[in-house]
């Protein structure tokens, strides 16, 4: 099974296989969205911390180690690399949504310059790569990333992230919405649970976005004109 033929919900079950796709790399953003400190550490109480096991094991062992290798291979192809993390300006939050103020699991209080709201070192941006902030689930919401891709030329998006049911699909459903072709990387993903993670990449593939693998993204670019490859290696 393929891309084009996995994750698809009910609406989609009989649809013809969508057209293959070719990304041109200058028009093309990586966006890496809420991998950060916080959601690495252990939980209130043991039991919390036990119940939450799954998904550090995925985090470790599958989502930042391709996560890692994505950035890398953006990098190396002239991808930008975008950063987004929940992170909010006033030391006592005052500046949160309403969503990130309830009480919950989505309560969130990450000053910007904490440790706990970094992204995490693995995957740390280098040099003038971008970072928005945001005290929304969306990155598109509150923040000028949609002027940003406007502004650099880009035209489609490759999503990485957490949480596959939350933040990761509300900033997809954003980039639908404004015209984007968008794609989720399955593999730099994850939610709370492996069913959260599955049973939303059926609910937002093939109507906004298309979801595909590390390995099956690699081989959706096109080649950079050798006089690009050129003038990025400074020569």
Known sequence: MTWKTAHRSFYYATAEDPADIA???KKTALLVIDIQNTYLEDKDTPEETARWQPFFQ????TVIPNTAALIEDARARCVEV???????????????SLSQKKPGFNYLLLPKD??????????APKDDEITVLKTTDSALT?????????NMGITSVVCAGI???QCVSSTVRSLADESFDVLVV??????????????ELAVINMIYCHVVTSA?????????????LAMSAGT
Do not use: W
């Open 23 to 25: 990304l041109d790399p």
């Open 58 to 61: 995925r985090m470790h062992k």
């Open 82 to 96: 975008i950063f987004a993390r929940i992170a909010c300006l006033k030391e006592d939050g005052r500046d949160r």
């Open 114 to 123: 904490r440790e706990d709201s970094l992204v995490v070192p693995e995957l």
């Open 142 to 150: 509150g923040t000028n990333l949609q002027l940003i891709l406007h």
């Open 163 to 165: 949480f596959t049911d």
């Open 186 to 199: 399955e593999d730099c993903c994850a939610a709370a649970t492996q069913e959260l993670h599955l049973h």
């Open 216 to 228: 099956e993204l690699g081989d959706m670019y096109l080649p950079l004109p050798i006089r690009h």
